[in-house]
């Protein structure tokens, strides 16, 4: 028997998150350089509840997102307060 590694677990507000930076990150203003969305990402991330599913199926995927709206609402929001961190203080000369 192998070890378990933790294999085929993920935590699917990592795609949340993403997929929304990614759409609105042109609207926000901020820096949309790689270092910044992953700023971004990094930063609402560990502000909102990780979701962590036993499958890679796209399916429960969309299934979760469309059940959760507040929680992409919340999402939005933090995306929104992170660029405006990001855009005072970028990791990088401006
Ligand atoms: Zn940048």
Do not use: W
């Not at 507000?13 to 971004?40: Q, W």
């Not at 429960?60 to 929104?80: A, G, H, M, P, Y």
């Amino acid at each position: 028997m192998n070890e378990y590694n933790g294999q085929g677990v993920r935590n699917i507000m990592e795609d949340i998150v993403f997929e929304k930076m990614e759409s609105i990150v042109d609207s926000l203003g901020c820096c949309t350089c790689d270092k910044c969305k992953a700023d971004i990402a990094a930063y609402v991330l560990n502000h909102v509840t990780p979701r962590y599913v036993a499958s890679e199926k796209g399916e429960l995927f969309s299934k979760v997102q469309e059940l959760n709206q507040n929680s992409n609402t919340d999402v939005l929001r933090k995306i929104v307060s992170a660029s405006e961190i990001i855009k005072e203080k970028p990791r990088h000369e401006q």
